[in-house]
């Protein structure tokens, strides 16, 4: 079982939609990821908040907004969003941002499908 | 900026067969290194990882890596490969600092009886 928790599994929406992923940690994790994975291709990574704050921004597009209200949990806000943004979408964590000893952990994912 | 190279887009091992799955980085400095493994609309799930010292580590699921410098190199391996082994491998290097993970392009295992 994982220790990062995504909501929801699979989503479907239209482009003129507004939906919301979240994810949540318990395990005291001070840095949460948002990951986007296409078919068949590696994790890329979009956003790094750590301690609360936004730290990394991947040039993402503005439809995608994140936000962290507290250290345990993590949303992405969709919304106008197109059809090549379907892919899945991967929370993780980390004990703090500094790379040693702090490996990612990962959600299962949301199967996110715009139409 | 790091990278990595996962030479080898599917492997087909037999079990009980052994496994040696390549992984070639590229980075200036000290890399941290890691192998996830991601089973069909899963999460990745850490197999092992390598920040310094010791360089043959041992990870989950009887899997071990060994880091290269001269080589650039973190092979995986295991001696005996099981049915359930069957899955995406991701090579993937770690800068300092914010933790910027570079995936590799990933390794299809299948395991054929």
């Known amino acids: 079982d994982t220790e990062v928790t995504q909501t929801p599994k699979h989503l479907v929406m239209g482009m003129t939609n507004k939906k919301s992923l979240k994810c949540e940690q318990h395990m005291g994790h001070r840095a949460m990821y948002w990951y986007k994975q296409k078919a068949k291709k590696p994790p890329e990574l979009m956003f790094v908040?750590?301690?609360?704050?936004?730290?990394i921004n991947e040039s993402v597009p503005s439809r995608f907004s994140p936000e962290c209200p507290n250290s345990s949990l993590l949303n992405l806000h969709l919304h106008a969003l197109q059809p090549e943004d379907s892919a899945l979408y991967l929370c993780?964590?980390?004990?703090?941002?500094?790379?040693?000893?702090?490996?990612?952990?990962f959600g299962n994912g949301t199967r996110l499908t715009v139409t | 900026a790091q990278s990595v190279t996962q030479p080898d887009i599917h492997i087909t091992v037999s079990e009980g067969a052994s496994l040696e799955l390549r992984c070639n980085y590229s980075y200036g400095a000290t890399p941290y290194l890691f192998w996830y493994v991601q089973s069909p609309g899963q999460g990745l799930q850490l197999l092992l990882k390598?920040?310094?010292?010791?360089?043959l580590v041992q990870g989950i699921k009887g899997f071990e890596a060994e880091f290269k410098r001269s080589q650039s190199s973190f092979n995986l391996r295991k001696p005996s490969v099981h049915w359930s082994d069957a899955a995406e491998y991701f090579c993937a290097v770690g800068a300092g600092g914010y933790q910027k993970v570079t995936f590799g392009i990933g390794t299809k295992l299948q395991v054929i009886p």
């Open positions: 390598y920040f310094s010292g010791d360089t």
């Open positions: 908040y750590s301690y609360e704050k936004l730290s």
């Open positions: 993780a964590s980390s004990p703090n941002d500094s790379g040693y000893n702090s490996p990612l952990h």
